[in-house]
């Protein structure tokens, strides 16, 4: 009798219980571990009825793996950010301090009183104590947590001037990253975009003459990502302030939701709020080292007629964001956990040197040494404005971006940048606690990476 020439193919029961693909079960789940060694094991079949030789064990277990790998890489993951930019929308912003994650905890992995007051026993507001912990951090009356700084301006557009005018500088008319687009959100929302000023310049007095009877709104927004140099003028905030009608808002979207001197030549939210600013909003997870959320502070009369309008059901966050912003701030007044931005800024030149030569400990100068290299908040704040920083420089013959494909496919990935055709580590921005990787990575690569 002729051998079922399919017979020699592993069963996926029999797959899916080798200690190969444990990791995998874990990382990507059983049933999908499960379908690539289906994928796999039908194509093996496709190959013997073309009579072709099928693949030995050894082989079908690499190819299952690799796929594993292709769908794991899909996660959002843990990675290493050496890229020198403390605040990138692509690495997640600003990561969250383990002491505020663990105060956090318990309120997310049991039940809690998010909408429930203590004190009377019947529904609550879903705001908990962040009013006044933004009160105290930054002046504003009261505040409302949204779901992203977009929702904020979103919110506060649709809830104070729909249907009328919103003045709007041409310097400011800015888009910000993916598609948010001012003068489209101001149409979106139904609010009038009227444009004042030039590109470079828009004072006071352009703001107070386009006002009319249909005025809602002066709306002044963060440039956030570019910056107009040389000949150019804001109005002045107080002087704007004192020229408008009573009845105009002022809200500023202020972006980075900086609340000190971190970052040189940006203005605080509690400076907006100081100078007479009805609103201001900002994002959670920018400057201030939360997590990601749109906080919208200022004036009461204002704020509860943007927490009583129906899009605030559809923008508001849930109790994880809740209990992370109110943990994040206890501890940011507290002064026991600071933003990413405040942390890594205040890093000497002469620790960043300490760091990086510790993270080449053991390895040849020749191979790997230190440079310098620079800085960049992100997330919209400041930028221009570079600072100093060291980086680890990779001396190889290799091209740097087969080096930059070498560092992100570690586990975790490391995330360099390639300038002037070398690579670089940034030293600044990978956390303490991932030093022992970025080492551990160099010394694979000039082991076994580069050819
Ligand atoms: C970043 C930014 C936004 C968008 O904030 P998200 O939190 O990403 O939604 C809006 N306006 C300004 C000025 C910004 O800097």
Redesign the pocket.
């Given at each position: 009798m002729k051998e079922n020439p399919f017979a020699s193919l592993p069963q996926i029961e029999k797959l899916l219980s080798s200690p190969a693909l444990e990791k995998w079960i874990l990382r990507i789940s059983r049933p999908l571990t499960a379908e690539i060694c289906a994928e796999v094991i039908e194509e093996e079949r496709n190959h013997i009825r073309k009579g072709e030789q099928p693949k030995d064990t050894n082989a079908i277990f690499q190819s299952i793996e690799k796929q594993c790998e292709m769908l794991y890489r899909m996660r959002v993951q843990k990675i290493v950010n050496a890229t020198g930019i403390i605040l990138h929308?692509n690495m997640g912003?600003s990561p969250i301090a383990p002491s505020v994650w663990s105060l956090a905890e318990e309120v997310n992995t049991g039940y809690s009183n998010l909408e429930l007051n203590l004190a009377t026993g019947k529904r609550g507001q879903r705001t908990g104590l962040l009013p006044r912990l933004l009160k105290t951090l930054t002046g504003g009356e009261t505040s409302l947590i949204v779901?992203?700084?977009?929702?904020?301006?979103y919110l506060i557009l649709s809830a104070l001037a729909k249907d009328r005018e919103v003045i709007v500088s041409r310097g400011e008319q800015?888009q910000?990253?993916g598609g948010?687009r001012?003068p489209d959100i101001l149409a979106q929302t139904g609010a009038k975009l009227v444009e004042v000023g030039t590109t470079n310049i828009t004072t006071a007095k352009d703001y107070i003459n386009a006002v009319t009877p249909e005025t809602a709104m002066v709306l002044l927004?963060?440039?956030?990502?570019f910056v107009i140099r040389g000949f150019s003028q804001k109005p002045d905030i107080k002087e704007l302030i004192k020229g408008l009608p009573e009845e105009v808002i002022i809200a500023v979207?202020?972006?980075?939701g900086l609340t000190d001197e971190t970052i040189e030549g940006e203005i605080s939210v509690q400076s907006y709020i100081r100078a007479g600013a009805d609103i201001v909003?900002?994002?959670?997870?920018?400057v201030l080292g939360g997590p990601?959320?749109?906080i919208i502070t200022g004036n009461g009369k204002y704020i509860d007629i943007c927490a009583k309008h129906p899009l605030m059901r559809v923008f508001r966050p849930g109790k994880t964001i809740y209990s992370l912003l109110e943990a994040f701030l206890i501890e940011k007044l507290n002064k026991t956990a600071r933003g990413i931005a405040q942390k890594v800024l205040k890093i000497d030149m002469e620790t960043l040197k300490k760091r990086g030569k510790k993270i080449l400990k053991g390895i040849p100068k020749d191979l790997a040494d230190i440079m310098p290299a620079t800085l960049l908040a992100g997330?919209?704040?400041s930028p221009e404005k570079e600072l100093p920083s060291q980086a680890v420089v990779l001396c190889s013959n290799e091209s740097p971006g087969r080096i930059q494909n070498f560092f992100r496919m570690q586990d975790p990935p490391v995330i360099g940048t390639v300038q002037d055709n070398r690579f670089l580590l940034n030293i600044a921005t990978i956390l303490p606690e991932d030093e022992t990787h970025v080492s551990f990575c160099i010394k694979k690569y000039f082991e076994n990476g580069e050819d």
């Open positions: 929308t912003r779901n992203n700084n977009a929702a904020a301006v800015v910000i990253g948010f001012i927004v963060h440039q956030s990502n979207d202020q972006g980075s909003c900002f994002s959670g997870d920018k990601q959320a749109g997330g919209g704040s």
